[in-house]
């Protein structure tokens, strides 16, 4: 055994999780607002019950998907500065480019958005499914687009459209019965001299974070959840070190609204009332905790020109289909230009996601995580009540022998119908599972859904992971079981970049197993995603009677991730199988090991 470095081990320390943060009592009643509450203000939340707590995020489970909106004055020029592109998403612009305060204000002087229409943007939103919208209240560049009362570098006094347009759009999402929230970088700030991020401009002359924080993020907050009806949700970003008195400032803020629903982004220990994941979804979902990934249509969350990377229709339906049948949310930005208009392509996938949502909703909308994970034709959503379960099924892959088989479930059926048009399907339950049959042609081109519904909650035979139809199956550590001394902080879960591996393997006794099913026998190739910081390291893989040992060289460090292809293994027999990773005792170096894939291999 070999010691570990420091820095790794304050790493592993830093996920035994945030450290929890006491509240100091402070600020905010707003005497005009009705919602607002003065009910412990300080500590927003902080002595609700869980049912309160599911009664206050209802709607926000319910509706699953939401609108998020980037705009800004960066918007006007679509990211060129001086004409020229620059690299990354819009938004930062100002950072890019290094772009002096003075001159970067000026872009204020062009925004005016003539083209904008509140209640028609809303109207986007809600055809398109969306219960809910997001929109930059603030950004990094610190201008407000709306009419701040404590500066006026603002839409209102600082552009010649002179219009509060959060005020506009918070009428129409009221109008139009859709949730409305801000997002608020609370941190960043690069026009004041307080803020966090500028460190080009040298005409600054700083201040304390604090005194950016009480004169500028503090009254700003307050104005945005007093002066603008119900708020859904306050979408905090980028946290950054502060004093605790900021925080706590800023965080009490929330309590103005009883019914306000935050994110995880104030700062570390901060943990809000969900989980945000950023452009990407998870592998797995967060055990036991509300989550939502956001994630820009095309490339940029900021309108910019030359950005056509527009995700398909289908794309934007299945992803919003995974992340509900992993029981998240799906936050989709659009990005307005300086005009106030959203690009075509951004028009048309909308109404197309929005026409499958029309018939096929119902799979979506109040719907939670459903056990089967592993589904080779599509995924699956589930809803129970009143004694009974519905499975949505959602096909991406027509199965061409006419039987869609839902793996595992044991329980009686009631029904089985198809979403679009309402066609009635025969089921048959088989020891494998409950299998549906299909008609000839699958109804929808980006995922044909069929519901199920058996009496009960649900009964399913937790299936082994198995290939899929590729010859692939990734076998990752958060599902891994892991033999271990007990109580012993060895060889365990955890995750650099929020992706789990199995790390602090120090003990060349521990392993890793999971269990699997194949019903091809062969060869397979096995390929790991690890980190050695050592100079190499050695392991046996093995399954059955089959083995192989694979040395590993450095990845240059524990927190740099690389894909090793490490041999063959043969598995001699179909069925029911243990994989299991060793260390080689007088060889070994801790690794931290995020996946094992075994690939057929080619004859
Ligand atoms: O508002 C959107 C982003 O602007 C914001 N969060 C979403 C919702 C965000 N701010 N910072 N980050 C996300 C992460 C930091 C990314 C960075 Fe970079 C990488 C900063 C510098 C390098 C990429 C390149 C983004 C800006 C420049």
Known sequence: ???????????????????????????????????????NPAAPHAEETDAERDARLAWWREGKFGMFVHWGIYSTTGGLYKGQKLPNSAEWMMARGKIPIAEYSKYADQFNPTKFDADEFVARAKQAGMKYIVITAKHHDGFAMFGSKCNDYNVVDATPYGRDIMKELAEACQKQDIRFGFYYSQAQDWHHPGGFGNGWDKTIKRVSSDEYVMKKAVPEVKQLLTDYGPIGIFWWDTPRKMSKESFDALHSLTGIQKNVITNDRLGEGYIGDYKTFERHIPAQAPVGKDWEVCMPISGSWGYKIGDNDFKSTKTLIRNLIEIASMGGNYLLNVSPTGEGTLLPPAIERLKQVGQWMEVNGESIYGTVASPLETLDWGRCTRKE???????????????????????????????????DGGETLPTESTDAGIAVSLPAEATDEYASVVKLTVDGTLDVEVSLPTFNRKGSLVLTADKAYINNNEGSQDAAL???????????????????????????????????????????????ISAGDQSLTAEVKSTGGYGKYQEKSLGRLKINEPGDHTLRVKPVADAWNPINLRQVELRRAKK
């Open 1 to 39: 055994m070999r010691p570990m470095k420091l820095s790794v081990i304050l790493a592993s320390l830093a996920l035994l999780g945030p450290s929890v943060v006491s509240l100091s009592p402070s600020v905010a009643t707003a005497e005009e607002n009705p919602s607002i509450t003065a009910a």
């Open 494 to 540: 955890r995750a650099h970049d929020e992706i789990p591996h199995v790390g602090y393997w120090l003990d060349n006794e521990a392993s890793v197993e999971w269990a699997f099913r194949t019903t091809e026998p062969g060869e397979y190739e096995v390929h790991a995603v690890l980190s050695v910081e050592a100079p190499q390291t050695k392991l046996v």
């Open 385 to 419: 009540a009143n004694g009974e379960t519905t499975l949505y099924l959602h096909v991406y892959d027509w199965p061409a022998d006419g039987k869609l088989l839902v793996p595992g479930v044991k329980n009686n059926v009631q029904s089985a119908s198809l979403l």
